[in-house]
């Protein structure tokens, strides 16, 4: 019986407004409910202290909760918090708490696994399994949310999508997601400390400034050269620089929004003088800033961290360009947690 319940946050608020009339409550017991769901992230009905009893009970006639559970919580020596995070279907999916002295920053997956191939990447081992729901998006961030105020004494600051999935191929969700985030009726967050990270879709980032978002877009770049970025992200096949470039001059247009590029520096595919040129022109197409990202190694294979004489070249060439470059130090390596090692290396995703 409980499989046959429809999950209660699938409804809107005027959809549960008509629920509650049709079974001769008052209208207003909806937007009660809804304060509860998102607002208070409640878990079950029990909890709602200002419901009848009545009106729960009717409530769980109905209706589940399809709340998350962290099952397994792992801390790193640099503070970093991972969560393996099982869903109501038992699937397992990772999200990242990340400290630094003036933020806290919730690291949150937007699919079971990912269907992209991306070689340096441990997420694209994984076969993708489904889409995550806009509730168990929602329900990462509230789960950081709590960890930053539980161990850290802060509250949660900001935002990214550059868990496990791709954000562009989850679209309607993961916005539908954002939206509860941002809503004065959810968590209340700013758009502005929100970043969605994505392998740059074009007629996706065209659909995001048509729909006149307001967070901000990360593209994880690695090459603005073709043939190179080809060989380290099989998408760029048939989506290479040349769409993604005229995809972004239309999100600029749209939004006014700079975008951040996403840049990792491999030694012997990328370090050298002709990368580093290519990535500051592509940097010319829009305003931009570059964040030279360390590489997390996912096993002995082929891709190792470029030596810091190449990262400094960067830099140089980047600004020397009037271009903003920053170099971002991982967090959370020791458990796996760094950019591109999130793939349910543990015991609960090996049970589940």
Request: with cysteine.
């Amino acid at each position: 019986m409980e499989n046959q319940k429809q999950d209660i946050r699938k409804l809107s608020l005027e959809e549960l407004e008509a629920f509650f009339l049709a079974h001769g409550e008052k209208k207003f017991r909806a937007k009660q409910v809804y304060e509860w769901l998102w607002h208070k992230s409640l878990k079950n009905f029990d909890d709602m202290s200002n419901i009848s009893l009545a009106t729960r009970e009717l409530l769980k006639s109905h209706f589940i909760i399809n709340h998350i559970r962290v099952d397994l919580m792992q801390h790193s020596n640099d503070g970093t918090i991972k969560n393996a995070v099982k869903l109501f279907d038992n699937k397992i999916v990772e999200s990242v708490l990340i400290p630094t002295s003036k933020r806290i920053t919730a690291c949150v997956s937007s699919q079971v696994g990912c269907s992209l191939d991306c070689n340096f990447c441990a997420t694209a081992r994984l076969k993708r399994m489904r889409n995550l729901n806009p509730d168990e998006i929602y329900d990462q961030v509230v789960a950081i949310k709590d960890e930053a105020e539980t161990y850290f004494q802060r509250p949660l600051t900001n935002i990214v999508f550059m868990g496990m999935g791709e954000p562009l191929l989850n679209y309607n969700n993961v916005i539908e997601a954002i939206d509860k985030i941002t809503s004065p009726e959810g968590l209340g967050m700013a758009p502005r400390r929100i970043t969605l990270s994505t392998v740059g879709i074009p007629k996706m980032i065209r659909k995001m400034a048509d729909d006149g978002v307001k967070f901000n877009l990360a593209i994880s770049l690695h090459s603005a050269i073709n043939e190179t970025r080809s060989r380290l992200m099989p998408i760029n096949d048939s989506n290479p620089l040349e769409d993604l470039a005229e995809a972004l001059k239309y999100w600029y247009q749209m939004t006014k929004r700079k975008v951040t590029y996403e840049y990792v520096i491999w030694e012997g595919v990328n370090d050298d003088e002709k990368h580093a040129r290519a990535l500051a022109k592509f940097c010319k197409i829009i305003p931009s800033k570059v964040n030279i990202i360390q590489y997390n190694p996912i096993d002995e294979g082929e891709f190792r961290q470029a030596k810091q004489e190449a990262v400094d070249m960067y830099v140089r060439i980047l600004e020397s360009q009037g271009i903003i470059a920053k170099v971002r130090k991982s967090r959370g390596q020791d458990i796996d947690a760094a950019c591109g090692q999130l793939a349910n290396k543990n015991e609960v995703a090996n049970l589940a």
